[in-house]
């Protein structure tokens, strides 16, 4: 056996040996970052003449540095005209965001300080008495804190009567 193929050998375990450990480091620090979450969610205690009645999300279990797709079904008492709907993020009970535009369009915006981005689908307006229902898809990044974040969300008609409103609580970690 030559020295030149045993050292050839011994070169490209070696190096082998070195890029599966760097591998398994990023995949390991990869599954340390990203944080758990679930997400709960209550109808704000204001009378509205809507009602949020389910809410669901995928993937479940969800974690941050992923889409998490967010289904929310209810019922309206009154027809809703269409509006505006407003958004407002809170981290220790402190508002961080606040975001106003229509429920009636698509509405795709980033988040402060790179902690995420949301779509939201609209709503079909004007949309009649009954069930209703929305998707909204929120990324949410490994920098959101660990603890509980509240969504509010809330839309109002354009007679200015309130149509729904509800908390959603994002629990990171």
């Known amino acids: 056996v030559s020295t030149q193929s045993t050292w050839g050998h011994f070169l490209s375990v070696y190096f082998f040996s070195k890029m599966m450990k760097i591998i398994l480091l990023v995949a390991l620090f990869a599954l340390a970052v990203a944080k758990p979450v679930t997400l709960t969610y209550e109808n704000c205690p204001q009378k509205t003449t809507g009602t949020v009645t389910g809410m669901k999300y995928s993937p479940d279990p969800a974690a941050t540095n992923e889409n998490i797709t ?10 809703y005209s269409g509006g505006d709907y407003t958004l407002t993020i809170k981290i220790g009970g402190s508002a961080i965001f606040h975001h106003k535009a229509s429920a009636c369009k698509p509405d795709d915006f980033s988040l402060p300080l790179g902690l995420g981005h949301i779509y939201m689908s609209g709503f079909n307006c004007p949309i009649k008495v009954g069930p209703v229902s929305l998707q909204i898809v929120a990324f949410m990044s490994n920098s959101n ?3 509980v974040i509240t969504i509010e969300v809330s ?6 009567s309130e149509a729904v409103c509800v908390n959603v609580f994002a629990h990171v970690g």
């Open 155 to 160: 839309a109002a008609d354009t007679d200015g």
């Open 145 to 147: 804190p660990s603890g």
């Open 70 to 79: 967010v289904s929310g079904v209810g019922t309206l008492s009154k027809m």
